[in-house]
Nanobody
């Protein structure tokens, strides 16, 4: 499966952005998905994940209540709606996927993701 993230950009603090991750090569409904980010000089951080059929989601404490992950398997796309953005949300955002199979399987932060896309830059100005 191949992944392509898009939707990054420059936004002022308090603003919003929606990232999209397009999955191709196989049906998205077989794959859990996650969003990670990495700021300059910092370790990569997983911010959210969603199960293969969208039944469960998980968020890091740093984004809980501000970010919402969702998916449209008919469109083979996973989204990350980011509201109330802060300068510390700045970084390169990556989407990733892990095989779950045909049945819904819960996913949690820290679960292994085997497939990665190129990142999209998000910059939040103060």
């Amino acid at each position: 499966v191949q992944l392509q993230a898009s939707g990054g950009g420059l936004v002022q603090a308090g603003g919003s952005l929606r990232l999209s991750c397009s999955l191709s090569g196989e049906s998205a409904e077989y794959y859990a998905a996650a969003w990670f980010r990495q700021a300059p000089g910092k370790e990569r951080e997983e911010v959210s994940c969603i199960s293969n059929k969208g039944g469960n989601t998980d968020y890091s404490d740093s984004v809980k209540g501000r970010f919402t992950i969702s998916r449209d398997n008919a469109q083979n796309t996973v989204y990350l709606q980011m509201n109330s953005l802060k300068p510390e949300d700045t970084g390169v955002y990556y989407c990733a996927a892990g095989y779950s199979g045909g049945r819904e399987r819960a996913v949690y932060l820290g679960d292994v993701m085997d497939y990665w896309g190129k990142g999209t830059q998000v910059t939040v100005s103060s």
